[in-house]
C-alpha cells in the first residue's frame, strides 16, 4: 500500500479565512512533506517534518503554518491567505530523509485550493 | 541552486508510437525517480532509480539513471490514449534532507 491520503479535495475560501488541509499515510513513513503547485508547474517544497518535528521551512509565509500530530498525520493551517495563494497543495510522505539511501516521496492527490 | 533541465517540454504522438524523454544536470543526484501527473492530480510515482547505470522497466515503461549521475531518460513504447499527461523527473543529492529537485516536466499529449 503506497496511498497518501488527502483532504478536502477542493477547497475555496475568503482572504479573512482560517482552514486546515490534513493528509494521511499508514506506510510506517517518518517523513511528511508539504508541497505547492501551480498549473503548468512542478511541485515547490514548502515543508518537511522528519519524525515528527519541522526540519526544513523553505522560506514560507507565516500564514501557512504546518503540524504534524503524529507519525501519521499532517496538517496544513490556513490563514490571512492571498488570491495568489491558490494553487494545488500536495502532501508527500517517504520512509525517511536519509536521502544517500535512496529515499522515495509518494504523493497525495492533493487539495485544489483557491481564495477569493 | 540545482536545475534539471528537462526535455522535450511537450510531444504530440500519434497511438502506437515510441517515447523517449530526458533530464540532464551540471549535479549529481543519488536518485532519480520519475513521476506522471494527470490534470487535477497528484503525481504517481513510476519508476525509482537507485544506481548508476540502473535499467528498470515497469510494463511499457523503461528508465535508466546514467553513468555519470548526471542524467537519466524515461522511454514509454507503443504509447496508447492513457499515456497522456505530464512527466516529471526528480532528482535526489546525497545529504539533502529528502530534498527533490524537479524537472518542468515533459506534456505527452497521444492522438488515437
Known amino acids: 500500500d503506497t496511498e497518501v491520503t488527502q483532504t478536502p479535495k477542493h477547497l475555496v475560501m475568503g482572504m479573512t479565512n482560517k482552514k486546515s488541509l490534513k493528509c494521511e499515510q499508514h506506510?510506517?513513513?517518518?517523513?511528511m512533506y508539504w508541497y505547492k503547485q501551480k498549473a503548468k508547474k512542478p511541485p515547490e517544497l514548502m515543508f518537511v517534518?522528519?519524525?515528527?518535528?519541522?526540519?526544513i521551512n523553505e522560506s514560507v509565509p507565516s500564514r501557512f503554518s504546518p503540524e504534524c500530530p503524529n507519525s501519521s498525520l499532517l496538517n496544513l493551517h490556513l490563514h490571512a491567505l492571498q488570491p495568489e495563494d491558490s494553487a494545488l497543495y500536495l502532501c508527500a510522505s517517504s520512509q525517511g530523509v536519509l536521502a544517500s539511501v535512496g529515499e522515495t516521496q509518494y504523493f497525495g492527490p492533493g487539495t485544489r485550493l483557491l481564495v477569493l | 541552486g540545482q536545475q534539471l533541465n528537462q526535455s522535450p517540454q511537450s510531444m504530440f504522438i500519434q497511438e502506437g508510437e515510441d517515447v523517449s524523454m530526458n533530464c540532464t544536470s551540471s549535479s549529481i543526484f543519488n536518485t532519480w525517480l520519475w513521476y506522471k501527473q494527470e490534470p487535477g492530480e497528484g503525481p504517481v510515482l513510476l519508476i525509482a532509480?537507485?544506481?548508476?547505470?540502473e535499467l528498470t522497466s515497469n510494463g511499457r515503461l523503461t528508465a535508466q539513471f546514467g553513468i555519470t549521475r548526471k542524467d537519466s531518460f524515461l522511454n514509454i513504447s507503443a504509447s496508447i490514449p492513457s499515456d497522456v499527461g505530464i512527466y516529471f523527473c526528480?532528482?535526489?543529492?546525497?545529504?539533502?534532507?529528502?530534498?527533490?529537485?524537479f524537472g518542468k516536466g515533459t506534456k505527452l499529449s497521444v492522438k488515437p
Open positions: 506506510m510506517g513513513h517518518r517523513a
Open positions: 526528480a532528482g535526489q543529492i546525497g545529504g539533502s534532507q529528502g530534498n527533490l529537485i
Open positions: 532509480l537507485y544506481k548508476a547505470g
Open positions: 517534518y522528519s519524525y515528527e518535528k519541522l526540519s
